[in-house]
């Protein structure tokens, strides 16, 4: 067998996941000289970019505009695009292993974590990555049922996401039609009954999540006034000292910013924000149609553990809310893909550095690996994924030097080609996915908005002329 | 960011050492593995000390003997121990201020991993390179 990775004999690649942590995974395999090296990038839907184009809340356009980079990627003559194949259902984990000599699961935390909590099944108890699909515009998404006919809303967690799933509810119409907001969420938050969003972290302003520009921003809507509970807004003594010692300055900003919406009186907008610090929900309580109508918080302080992190415990006190809607944002998980092994309990691809490990042995699965949020678990910004490739690259081509590599019996562009048009007739490309774009810009352009998205498969389908 | 961040790419073994072992199996484990210090555990794997290649260090300049001595002999008995959900950046402080660099972290009582310095260091690098990358595509973004 000639040496693998020269012009004659590519190293193939299968990346698993058109997501940014795909994109800088292709990325940093195209940037080493030393091996020629092609990309076919699989993703189950017909569209790239993952939670760029279905988690990146709509009013944060610039944020999307990393798309750019990977469309440059994208132009590398190794790359090739399959969207709308599902592995695991069009093609299977062993089937990749008869093309390409490695193998890169990069599919990201789709799934929320349960707040474990009596009542959390109600109807209007409800997970906010799901709202987020919803008004991103995400296919599967498109029909789903949410009541904005309530006035009283509670999203419990202060990440990001909690974040952006505020925000989307407390937007004026107007503010959200000049984005790329799918258009069935924009007529139906058109429509909105909600008047109160409360914001629920466990632990207090100096340990919450969200950056300065994201809880500065809460203060800036158009009919939106921000509240923090005066007596929460303080910062208790083991946060007081945590903050003198680090003296970290983004930390001091944030809590600045938090203490300047303490007790603000209403300034007369139609809606409210109100943050409340160290609360968690204990009960949902529900009407007898099985609805939820309240929300049952316990009051918690904060102690400091062994290693100095402070923590939230629960205390006797405790408050009940009417609340018609819960959206939670307390974490997110990835979903097992069959045949790789998962760390359940975390819900990430068991590995390390992401070579995929076996649980028996511990001893690396050759040819598999991970990137990403399916690696790493939830965190960071989209721009955290590109050392994490990297780590993953590093250690795909020490394999590759040490022949540590998959055997595959048809080791070709075309040969693969074949059998996905084969498996899955209707694929993307990233010439489909290009024109499907430049549509989407078209229509966006006639009403100022950055682009209006096809938001089903079979329309995505017909657009580009495949069906 | 949180410690689970860091334990989740480090596979999910841990490398032990009971206390009546000698200090010439730790070293050939330390070595074998490339790493800096191993967590003694008791026969339930319950942690009960930390063996770092500083204590050992430390014993062989006055003992040329330090083989034949025991890891219970040596090791580190009070031991901090980290939560998966705790704030590197807390470890981190803990760390520097007491001056020990590796720290084990047990979940409901079961130990389930280790986590050094470097460890933290290494993420919380990676961390500020993607804001920096990150903020700077928006910078270089148009705003049309």
Not at chain 1, 159 to 186: F, H, K, Q, S, W
Not at chain 1, 387 to 410: F, K, R, S, Y
Not at chain 2, 111 to 124: C, H, N, Q, R, T
Request: with cysteine.
């Amino acid at each position: 067998m000639s040496e693998i990775g020269t012009k004659s004999n590519p190293l193939r690649v299968a990346v698993i996941g058109a997501g940014p942590t795909g994109f800088y995974t292709a990325e940093h395999l195209f940037k080493q000289k030393e091996y020629v090296v092609e990309v076919d990038m699989f993703d189950r839907l017909p569209t790239p970019y993952g939670l760029v184009r279905y988690g990146v809340a709509p009013d944060h356009q610039k944020i999307k505009s990393v798309t750019a980079v990977y469309d440059r990627i994208a132009q590398n003559p190794g790359f090739r695009f399959f969207g709308n194949v599902q592995i695991g259902k069009d093609i299977t984990a062993s089937d990749l292993c008869q093309y390409y000599h490695q193998i890169v699961y990069t599919t990201g935390a789709q799934t929320d974590r349960q707040m474990n909590i009596p009542g959390e099944d109600l109807a209007g108890s409800l997970p906010a990555t799901e709202f987020v699909a919803w008004y991103n515009g995400h296919p599967d998404f498109r029909d789903y049922d949410v009541d904005l006919s309530h006035e009283n809303v509670a999203v419990v967690g202060v990440g990001n996401v909690a974040m952006d799933v505020a925000r989307i509810l407390c937007r004026t119409p107007e503010e959200l039609a000049t984005t790329d907001i799918a258009d069935y969420a924009l007529e139906k938050l058109r429509h909105s009954q909600v008047k109160n969003v409360y914001i629920l972290g466990r632990r207090g302003p100096a340990q919450a999540a969200f950056t300065t520009p994201e809880i500065k921003e809460l203060g800036e809507m158009a009919d939106t006034d921000a509240y923090v509970e005066p007596d929460e807004a303080e910062l208790d003594a083991l946060s007081e000292a945590a903050l003198a010692v680090s003296s970290d300055r983004a930390t001091m900003k944030k809590v600045e910013v938090i203490q300047s919406y303490a007790g603000r009186p209403s300034s007369g907008k139609t809606r409210r924000l109100i943050l409340r610090f160290l609360v968690s929900p204990v009960e949902l309580f529900g009407d007898d149609t099985g609805q939820v109508v309240a929300m049952r918080m316990v009051k918690n302080k904060l102690y400091k553990t062994d290693s100095g992190t402070l923590r939230p415990k629960a205390t006797d006190s405790f408050e009940e809310i009417p609340v018609g809607l819960v959206f939670r944002a307390i974490g997110y998980r990835g979903v097992p893909i069959p045949g790789v092994p998962f760390y359940d309990s975390w819900g990430v691809i068991l590995n390390r550095e992401g070579r995929v490990i076996d649980p028996e042995t511990q001893a690396p699965i050759t040819g598999q690996y991970t990137g990403g949020w399916i690696k790493r678990g939830p965190s960071g910004v989209i721009g955290t994924n590109k050392p994490d490739a990297l780590e993953t690259v590093q250690n795909m081509l020490a394999d590759v030097a040490a022949g540590e590599i998959l055997q595959p019996q048809h080791p070709t562009r075309a040969a693969a080609a074949d059998f996905i048009a084969a498996k899955q007739p209707d694929y993307f490309s990233y010439d489909d996915w290009l024109k499907l774009d430049a549509i989407e810009v078209a229509r966006g352009k006639a009403q100022g908005r950055p682009r209006v998205k096809f938001t089903s498969v079979p329309e995505m389908l017909t657009a580009v002329g495949k069906k | 960011m949180k410690v689970r961040r860091i334990l989740a790419t480090k596979g999910m073994r841990v490398i032990t050492i009971g206390p009546e072992q000698q200090i010439r199996d730790a070293v050939a484990i330390l070595a074998r593995h490339n790493i800096g210090a191993l967590v003694v555990v008791d026969t339930t794997n319950h942690p009960i000390g930390i063996l770092s290649e500083r204590d050992i260090i430390r014993e062989s300049a006055s003992n040329e003997q330090v083989f034949d001595r025991t890891v219970a002999d040596l090791m580190t008995r009070d031991v901090i121990t980290g939560m998966p959900n705790d704030d590197t950046h807390s470890l981190a402080h803990t760390m520097t201020e007491r001056r020990f660099r590796h720290m084990p972290i047990v979940d409901e009582g079961v130990l389930i991993g280790i986590v050094s310095i470097g460890d933290i260091l290494k993420a919380e690098r990676d961390q500020y390179r993607g804001e920096i990358d990150t903020l700077e595509t928006q910078i270089m973004a148009n705003d049309d």
